[in-house]
């Protein structure tokens, strides 16, 4: 089946704009997270949804930065006034959650490149 | 604070030889642990996970070794090949709170 799939693959932007950031989730996948990848650096979780719960918004690293879910399925991670630190490649996964509360494995999708100039 | 580490951001190995991977945690409440293998312009993708009730869990040519007392897992494969030449994550959680992941390690396996 298709997995994770996020678009633009690739985007540059110039300080002080804003961008959107689009992931598709596997079908039926209740749990989407983003992450972000700067240069040399690990994989920094941003936000987190569960269902129809609450985000977890916790790794959001200002308030420039926001996300929606709708419908449970597609989301939108938002950037506004964008700089040059936000350079980095943004990477949407999705989980299912066992009724057990064993963690379940993420799958990612491809990442969308974004660079600030 | 990192809660989870790989000190080694990089390691060479021969091809046919065992390439071992390193990650130290320090959240106690972790109780499940995963890797991933990235490869360039693609998504990390899932390789093998193990639950803090086990100590090791084998699939193929990957082993992982969860030492809980040390707070520490490690990867294993064996033999190396080179089309595991790729970035290798390790990511803990507790429960169903959202991954952390390491910084990642380059594993280059030289043929």
């Known amino acids: 089946g298709a997995g994770v799939s996020q678009s633009p693959s690739n985007k540059v932007t110039e300080k002080g704009k804003d961008v959107e950031l689009r992931c598709d989730p596997i079908?039926?996948?209740?749990?989407l997270y983003w992450y972000r990848q700067s240069l040399g650096q690990g994989l920094e979780f941003l936000i987190y949804f569960q269902g129809n719960s609450a985000p977890d918004k916790s790794g959001l690293p200002s308030d420039r930065f926001s996300a929606e879910r709708t419908g449970g399925s597609v989301s939108t991670l938002t950037i506004q006034r964008t700089q040059q630190e936000d350079s980095a490649v943004y990477l949407c996964?999705?989980?299912?959650?066992?009724?057990?509360?064993?963690?379940?494995?993420?799958?990612f999708g491809p990442g969308t490149r974004l660079t600030v100039l | 604070d990192q809660q989870v580490k790989q000190n080694s951001p990089s390691l060479s190995v021969q091809e046919g030889r065992i390439s071992i991977l390193n990650c130290d945690y320090t959240?106690?409440?972790?109780?499940?642990f995963l890797w991933y293998k990235k490869y360039p312009a693609e998504g990390p993708t899932f390789l093998i996970s193990?639950?803090?009730?086990?100590d090791k869990n084998e699939d193929g040519r990957f082993t992982v070794f969860l030492n809980k007392s040390a707070k520490h897992l490690s990867l294993h494969i064996v033999p190396s090949q080179p089309g595991d030449s790729a970035v290798y994550f390790c990511a803990a959680s507790g429960g169903n709170t959202p991954l952390v992941f390491g910084k990642g390690t380059r594993l280059s396996v030289i043929a």
């Open positions: 996964a999705s989980s299912r959650v066992a009724s057990s509360g064993t963690y379940n494995e993420q799958f």
């Open positions: 079908s039926g996948h209740t749990a």
């Open positions: 193990i639950s803090s009730i086990k």
């Open positions: 959240n106690s409440m972790f109780d499940y």
